[in-house]
């Protein structure tokens, strides 16, 4: 977030939809009322997805609209009708954005490619309808399932575009002028500092073979502690596969090549040793220039051993073709860009809504209803001694036996939980 035209990182919330309630209600005929059960279940709350969308370039538009929130599903109907689900919540968002949770910091996803769909956000369970408590001895039961409620959640958005190609090098030495000679792209290009404010992609294209390069604001010295506007920008590079590192070779503004050329290397070290450690080529930039020759010729008596220097003129065009085809004979070399994957696949769920409800039936049955009791059956084999002693403690814990004692349910008064029947004992 350097500057007001670039948005590279926002927080957002987002909220998955909950759970339409199930309802209760009973069939009336004409001077009949009363006649059967006919609640309908509530529908289920409309999820929250992630979707890569490659036309995006900035996180820009989430300044005026940061509150995502799916649609809640609908209450069932009288008639065993079903409650409509809510509607889901696509939120777009660039290539190469990585998703936080911010209580923890951890990381959900990192939306990578076009159209890429990530679910994020589950939407609550609908509750049950009282046709679905109705059992072979309990013909009306007079009470139905609350819908699942979910919590909103604050996320970081942060954007770390996806590029091959990494140009670095101090203001003004003719960064953007090489990729918009190289590619289509047409970043502003100006003989000033800090002309550019914001990372420009540009897709290279040399016969059947391409690579993506990125041209990120000039470095200056002190970068990497924050100062200058570079610091923002060099996580935009993190996920490259290797950097160009552009030198102004004709030391036009009173400069010296070898000196940035070092100064910009420490920045990259003092800012992460992957970074650093990325394989580099040199573009000695501005070869038309008088006195570049000279210089260019000190510069490779220095590094030409440890690099692969290539001398260019990018307002012509200069050498531009034997960069291009350096950088794809590096890029043969080196693994794919990849993206960053969470530590374990997370997604949010309405689970820690384990509340409950107790109702009498007709026949003064407790029947024990809610998130917890369908916790409870997806997890218990009643077989199961280790599984029944479970199902006994989480009735204790989460106060199920006091409740019931509350309303007066007293020593071998019939309970009902999901499918089990039991006789109650304090
Ligand atoms: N003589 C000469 N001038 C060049 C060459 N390449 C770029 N320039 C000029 O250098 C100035 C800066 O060019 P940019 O491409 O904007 O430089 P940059 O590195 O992107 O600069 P920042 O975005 O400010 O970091 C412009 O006036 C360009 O016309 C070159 O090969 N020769
Ligand atoms: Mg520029």
Known sequence: ??????????????????????????????????????????????????????????????????????EDG???????????????????????TLVRDVETGRLICDVFEDGETVLVAKGGNGGKGNVRFTTARRHA????QKGEKVKPHEIILEMKVIADVGLVGFPNVGKSTLLSKISAAKPKIANYHFTTLSPNLGV???????????????????????????HDFLRHIERTRMLCHVVDISGCEGRDPIEDFQKINAELKEYSEV?????QVVVCNKCDVFGAEDNLKAFKKKYGRKYK??????????GTRELIE?????????????????????????????????????????????GLVDMLCRNVVLSNPDSMQYFQKVLRLRGVIKELSKMGCKEGDTVSIGDVEFDFVL
Do not use: H, W
């Open 141 to 144: 039961p007079n009470f139905a």
């Open 1 to 70: 977030m350097a500057n007001a035209e670039f948005t590279d990182k926002v927080k957002i919330v987002i909220k998955a939809g909950d759970g339409g309630d199930g309802m209760n209600s009973f069939k009336a005929f004409k001077g009949k009322p009363a006649c059967g059960p006919d609640g309908g279940d509530g529908g289920k709350g409309g999820d929250v997805y992630f979707v890569g969308d490659k036309d995006m370039t900035d996180l820009f538009s989430f300044r005026f609209t940061s509150k995502f929130f799916a």
């Open 309 to 318: 220097i290539l001398p260019i003129t990018a307002v012509t065009g200069e």
């Open 275 to 279: 970074l650093a450690g990325l394989p």
């Open 326 to 370: 350096k950088l794809l004979e590096v890029l043969d070399t080196l693994p794919p860009v990849e993206p960053i994957r969470p530590e374990e696949e997370f997604t949010y769920a309405g689970e820690g809504d384990l509340n409950f409800e107790i109702f009498q039936d007709e026949d003064g049955v407790y029947v024990v209803v809610g």
């Open 204 to 230: 290279v294209r040399y016969y059947e073979k391409s690579f993506v390069a990125a041209d990120i604001p000039g470095l200056i010295e002190g970068a990497a502690q924050g100062a200058g506007l570079g």
């Open 74 to 96: 609908e209450r069932g109907g009288s008639n065993k009708c079903f409650g409509r689900g809510g509607k889901d919540t696509f939120i777009k968002v660039p290539l190469g």
